[in-house]
């Protein structure tokens, strides 16, 4: 098992809008809403997550949210201004306590319960790094998949797919379908030369034979893949399988593997948000020239045209 959803029940109507509005201001990755004939689901996707199996020796009060986060005060602070109030908090805002742990009850009767480790600004921005995130709103891909072992291909395309949906960019997707795995590096750098996608996800599967082919087009799938991310510029997601059995093959389609066209997916995503913030922005070719004084060979000619007006 490669990943796992974790659902939330909250006890009314009115709680579930709570929570998400909770979650939302914690910084949990919001999704779409989805909405059937008995139920509403909202995703979010942290940006790290750990599922943990615990067994208390003491009895407590079993929560129906439990989180355990990286900034306890900051989260105090944002339920607060919510209207909810703190409750059991264990060590309250004295700094002097490594841990902070406290307590919510929604209006309905939802009991949210929030763990953290404190650690000071100066620790937190000399350990953070810019990464991209799950949030694929906003942003166009295409899905470049091969033809050819397409009994596994297709399941890797249904993986990129629910991805791509799960972080809430499945409603701009262009699929091109080509003929083999070699065939999709030429495709892919088609589609990033129009600079209409944020990320291309590429997918194929190759199979080992008893001769060299395999190794011969296996090199330049890869190499033609990754020289048309580097010199286009837009980020390829590799989610090609070099299997050598049609058994790994299944189970990388999303059997005990896994599924490579979600990761793949989620890759693409990820890069798509990274390359928006590092690339530069351009600069206004209105302001960039107003106020900048004329050339002092620009000067020269204005003083002569008005000194020829004036013979």
Known sequence: MKWVSIAVQAKTQE?????????AGLGFGKGELERYPHLRLQSFTPTGSVLEVVHRKTERGHPDLELMISDPDTAADVLK?????????????????????????????????VTGVRTSVAAERA??????????????????????????????LAGAID????????????????????EIPSAARTLAETKKYDAIICIGCLLRGDTAHYDVIVNEVTRGIGQSAQET??????GVLTCDTLEQAIDRAGL??????????????EMASLTSDLRPRTPDPGRATSGRRPSRQGRSKKQSAKRNSAR
């Open 233 to 238: 510029g837009v980020p390829h997601a590799f």
């Open 81 to 113: 201004r919510m209207g909810l109030e703190i409750l059991d908090d264990q060590s309250g805002p004295d700094p002097r306590h490594s841990i902070r742990s406290f307590g919510v009850r929604l209006p309905g009767g939802t009991k949210v319960f």
């Open 256 to 269: 005990k593997m896994g599924n490579k066209g979600f990761e793949a997916a989620l890759a693409a995503v």
């Open 163 to 182: 991805g791509l949906a799960r972080c809430g960019g499945a409603y701009d997707v262009e699929i091109v379908r080509v003929p083999g795995s070699f």
């Open 127 to 156: 350990n953070a790094g810019l990464a991209g995130a799950l949030n694929a709103k906003g942003k166009r891909f295409a899905i470049v998949v091969s033809r050819f072992n397409s009994f596994i291909t297709e399941r890797l």
């Open 15 to 23: 709680d579930f809008t709570l929570l998400t509005k909770l979650l």
